[in-house]
C-alpha cells in the first residue's frame, strides 16, 4: 500500500487564483474525454468530484469523497455558506449555486462510490450518513481518531483504505 500524500491539485490551484471553475471543469472534462477516471478529493474538492460524475457520469470510473459533503438543499444554510467564501475571488470554486448534488446522488448507485471521514469530524460524520441514505452501494470508512484534515493527519491509514477499494473495484 502507499502512503496518500497531499498534493497541489487544481483545486488548490484555484484557490491560488491561477485557474477559475469554469476552466477547471474544462480540464477535468478534457481528461475524463480521453481516460475513463477515478476521481478522489478532500473536502470541498470531495464535492466538486461528486457533482463532476453526477454531469459527466459516462467518463467517470468511481468517486472517492474523503471528509466531503453533498452540498446544501437548506437555501439559508447554502446562502450562509456563500457569504462565508464570497470575500475572495480565488474561493469561486466554494460557491455553491445549487442543490444538484443532493438532489441527484441517487444517479451515482451504479458506480463505486467511497466515503471516507474521521470519527472527530462531526459536520462530515453527519454528511457522510446523508450521502450513505442516498446511495445505497456506496462503501462508508469512518477513520477512528480522525478529524477534518485525515488526509495529513492519517495518511497511511487513508491510503490503505484507498489502496482496497481501488483493489475490490
Not at 35 to 53: C, N
Not at 92 to 117: F, Y
Not at 126 to 148: C, D, F, L, Q, Y
Request: with cysteine; glycine share 8%.
Amino acid at each position: 500500500s502507499r502512503d496518500v500524500r497531499p498534493a497541489r491539485t487544481w483545486s488548490s490551484r484555484c484557490q491560488a487564483g491561477s485557474v477559475r471553475s469554469k476552466e477547471w471543469y474544462g480540464s477535468a472534462e478534457l481528461v475524463c474525454r480521453l481516460v475513463s477516471m477515478r476521481f478522489g478529493w478532500h473536502s470541498l474538492g470531495g464535492y466538486l468530484s461528486l457533482r463532476f460524475a453526477i454531469l459527466h457520469k459516462p467518463s467517470v470510473r468511481g468517486v472517492c469523497c474523503i471528509a466531503a459533503g453533498p452540498g446544501f438543499k437548506n437555501p439559508d444554510a447554502m446562502q450562509k455558506w456563500n457569504k462565508q467564501y464570497s470575500e475572495k475571488p480565488e474561493h469561486a470554486l466554494a460557491h455553491h449555486e445549487d442543490a444538484l448534488v443532493m438532489e441527484r446522488l441517487a444517479e451515482l448507485n451504479d458506480i463505486p462510490v467511497l466515503i471516507v471521514c474521521g470519527s472527530e469530524d462531526q459536520p462530515f460524520l453527519k454528511a457522510s450518513e446523508v450521502m450513505k441514505s442516498k446511495i445505497p452501494n456506496a462503501e462508508v470508512r469512518v477513520v477512528n481518531g480522525a478529524g477534518h484534515m485525515i488526509v495529513l493527519s492519517h495518511k497511511k491509514e487513508l491510503g490503505i483504505i484507498i489502496d482496497d477499494w481501488i483493489k475490490r473495484k
